[in-house]
């Protein structure tokens, strides 16, 4: 797909990811159990620490702390992404504003 814009590339990459996630799935992303409390965070803290919290119900386990450094990078990178318009557009487009 040569010429044409990356924002665009990406987009139709994210669709087709979130397409073969329903297929597998037989759910959307925005109907995910996780979607619905995640919508109600509001910073990153918020959203590390949920996921936190859902990782914790694993109990305790080997590389656990490991685990949680990486949520709070993740998350971090993730938000930052978030604000560039092509992974903004398309996360609208799940129905995650």
């Known amino acids: 797909m040569r010429g044409e814009p ?17 297929k597998t799935t037989n759910l959307t992303l925005a109907k995910h159990p996780l979607a619905e409390p995640l919508q109600n965070c509001h910073s990153v803290e918020s959203i590390t620490a949920f996921l936190q919290d859902k990782a914790r119900e694993f109990g305790d386990f ?31 487009t799940v129905g995650i504003p």
């Open 6 to 22: 990356e924002s665009s590339r990406f987009r139709e990459l994210f669709e087709s990811a979130l397409r073969d996630y329903e």
């Open 62 to 92: 080997e590389g656990r702390n490991k685990i949680m450094k990486s949520i709070k990078s993740n998350v971090s990178i993730l938000s930052m992404l978030s604000t560039t318009a092509a992974l903004g557009d398309a996360v609208y």
